[in-house]
């Protein structure tokens, strides 16, 4: 075989060991997105069984930032007439919710039934944070309700207020990317105001968007850390500059075929490591860093000793020369990624 095919041919084998690498347990979204619990994600809001006696509906949203983890505030205000009947707070209220007087909730835990499917479709087109949270195991909203509030006429009038947790987003060192919130309802709508959901001197961008879906008023917010974001996207736009301009310089050390060059190839091989699964977006877990990175990086100083024969050989003096190269790589690797993970 051409000598020059031969070392294609064993560039080609690496990039594919690359490749099937990401299908073992030790790569995955889980290890650069902390997987959320799936009762973190459920609407807020407030559901009717008779939504058409429901009038003068109000409804302003808050941040409280008193929390160590801000809570979202719904200052509620709405008339009601008509039969007797129920209404449902969806989420978990994080604090105890004052009704008015006479007013008794009923604690009872149920996941509504209705056209939450549209709406959960419907509302993933338009938030600026779906692909963080299907990353995070998210793809939907639930309509969860952990309290039924008898309506009457008698009381008419009501008044309330209730804080719920928001559903936060972070990257795999728990720095905090963004939080949100979806607020929905199936009455008819009168005001629904934001007051004070940006911290003063934060670096937050809010995005804030209401419309209506499947007869339900759809309301969300999110606030959005862009910094860290950008700082994502740039380390995954680094990593994949380096890994094309190793793959490219690698082809060059191969095409101009002189033996002591084969150096470079195999540190540009060993490049390609780190910065192939940021180009998948496939996160590595700390194990796959202490042993698989190291074992990839035994392969490529084979690799490259294999490029300098014509033949398909490696010498006990290669083995030797590629663990040393190795354990080279393997410390670099400490202080590069590992300990700054740990700390």
Avoid at 23 to 37: I, K, R, S
Avoid at 84 to 100: E, Q
Wanted: glycine share 4%; hydrophobic share 45%.
């Amino acid at each position: 075989m051409n000598r020059k095919l031969k070392n294609l041919v064993v560039l080609a084998l690496f990039l594919v060991i690359l490749f099937v690498s990401t299908f073992t347990g030790a790569f995955g979204h889980q290890y650069e997105w902390p997987q959320l619990d799936k009762d973190q994600g459920n609407f807020h809001g407030l559901i009717f069984d008779t939504p058409t006696n429901v009038s003068n509906l109000n409804v302003v949203r808050s941040i409280d930032q008193n929390e160590k983890d801000p809570l979202v505030r719904y200052d509620i205000q709405f008339t009601y007439t008509g039969d007797n009947s129920n209404m449902r707070i969806l989420g978990v209220p994080n604090r105890h919710v004052y009704l008015p007087e006479g007013v008794q909730a009923h604690r009872s835990n149920v996941t509504l039934k209705g056209e939450y499917d549209k709406i959960n479709q419907n509302l993933f087109e338009k938030l600026s944070t779906s692909g963080l949270l299907k990353k995070e195991g998210l793809s939907s909203f639930r309509a969860v309700s952990q309290m039924r509030v008898p309506l009457s006429s008698k009381v008419a009038d009501y008044s309330f207020t209730v804080y719920e947790k928001p559903i936060p987003l972070f990257s795999r060192n728990y720095d905090k990317l963004a939080d949100l919130s979806v607020f929905i309802t199936n009455a008819r709508m009168d005001r629904f105001t934001d007051s004070n959901i940006a911290k003063k001197g934060s670096n937050l961008k809010v995005n804030t968007k209401a419309d209506s879906q499947a007869g339900t008023y759809v309301n969300h917010l999110e606030r959005i850390d862009e910094g860290k974001l950008n700082n994502i996207s740039l380390k995954k736009n680094i990593c994949t500059i380096l890994f094309i301009l190793s793959l490219l310089g690698t082809v060059l050390f191969i095409w101009l075929d002189k033996n002591k060059l084969f150096y470079g190839a195999m540190i540009f091989m060993m490049i390609m490591i780190p910065s192939f699964y940021p180009l998948m977006d496939v996160g590595v877990s700390t194990l796959a860093m202490l042993l698989l990175y190291p074992l990839l990086a035994f392969i490529a100083a084979l690799a490259s000793k294999l490029m300098h024969y014509d033949q398909v050989k490696i010498t006990t003096n290669d083995l030797k020369q590629s663990l040393a190269f190795t354990i080279l790589f393997f410390i670099l690797n400490m202080l590069i990624f590992i300990l700054p993970r740990a700390f």
